[in-house]
């Protein structure tokens, strides 16, 4: 079994805004508190592509697991990985979340896309989000793997609405700032 969902969230923040607030998203200390369940985050890896003007990134992310994956699993922590890939040019982050460690139990891939909206590019940005979610050796057991699945989507939506409070919060603040400087 597998269990996916994707969700559109529009920000009323440019996407130069936007994709900024991506990279502190994590990092920020203020966020501890709202996101803690993200132990730890680091860079690992950044590199231009000076022919494309791509920015390429990887990052190291440890994540505190739900509580019923704790329990079934006997892991407290997951260990995951975060690519992205940055087009200035055409205005288009892209972003993929996926655990490296546990994956002989449970398989999260997470994919976020920023772009700018259709109806005020300058203005908006559309944040996409696609989630999928499979635990392994419960294959077996159908309707207990489709029930840990659901929890784990429960709890990776609501993780996700607490990611967008902290985008915005972190947006108001870029824009706070940038007003300040054009006095």
């Known amino acids: 079994m597998v269990k996916s969902y ?3 969230h529009v ?19 203020e966020n501890k508190r709202v996101l803690p369940h993200i132990l730890d985050c680091n860079t690992l890896n950044t590199s231009l592509d000076s022919s494309s003007g791509k920015l390429y990134a990887t990052r190291a992310i440890t994540v505190r697991c739900p509580w019923l994956v704790r329990r079934i ?52 940005t559309v944040c996409q989000q696609e989630t999928r979610i499979r635990i392994k050796p419960l294959s077996a057991l159908a309707s207990m793997a489709e029930k840990v699945e659901q929890r784990c989507a ?15 919060r972190i947006c108001k603040y870029h824009e706070a700032e940038s007003s300040s400087f054009s006095l």
Not at 83 to 111: G, H, L, P
Not at 116 to 121: A, L, Q, S, V
Not at 154 to 166: G, I, M, Q, T, Y
């Open 6 to 8: 994707k969700q559109e």
């Open 154 to 168: 429960d709890r990776f939506l609501h993780n996700s609405a607490k990611s967008r409070d902290v985008m915005e």
């Open 73 to 124: 699993i006997g892991e407290d922590i997951c260990h995951c990985v975060e690519s992205t890939v940055v087009d200035a040019k055409s205005r288009s982050m892209q972003i993929c979340y996926r655990n490296i460690s546990m994956e002989k139990f449970i398989e999260v891939e997470e994919k976020t896309r920023y772009d700018p909206h259709p109806d005020n590019p300058n203005g908006w």
């Open 11 to 29: 920000y009323n923040h440019p996407w130069e805004r936007v994709t900024s607030a991506s990279w502190r998203k994590f990092t920020d200390a």
